[in-house]
């Protein structure tokens, strides 16, 4: 804290670097460390921050599974191109055919 600033000045600080209440992380149950996404296949635990401390809140089957949790990725999480295209406008560095 710097000896010049108001107290509500740093707590608002403060509680912008905070950690938001409800950040889901994922842990592999294999008891290995290291990038999560190469072993794809260990079940994850997923832990919900509650201001203090992780809690565990469920688990997943695999990473793939566990991403569509963390990010609330509904379905299989494959963006499809709309039905109907929308058609480019020609610009100047577009040739018009």
């Known amino acids: 804290m710097h000896d010049d600033e108001p107290l509500e000045q ?13 950040t889901l992380k994922a842990i592999p149950m294999d008891g290995t460390t290291g990038g999560a996404h190469v072993r794809r296949n260990a079940p994850r635990l997923i832990m919900r921050w509650d201001g203090y401390q992780w809690l565990p809140d469920t688990m997943a089957d695999d990473y793939p599974a566990a991403q569509r949790i963390l990010h609330n990725i509904e379905g299989d999480g494959v963006m499809r191109p709309a039905a109907t295209p929308t058609p480019k406008k020609p610009g100047r560095h577009r040739r018009t055919t």
């Open 10 to 22: 740093w707590a608002t600080r403060w509680e912008a670097m905070r950690r938001p209440v409800g």
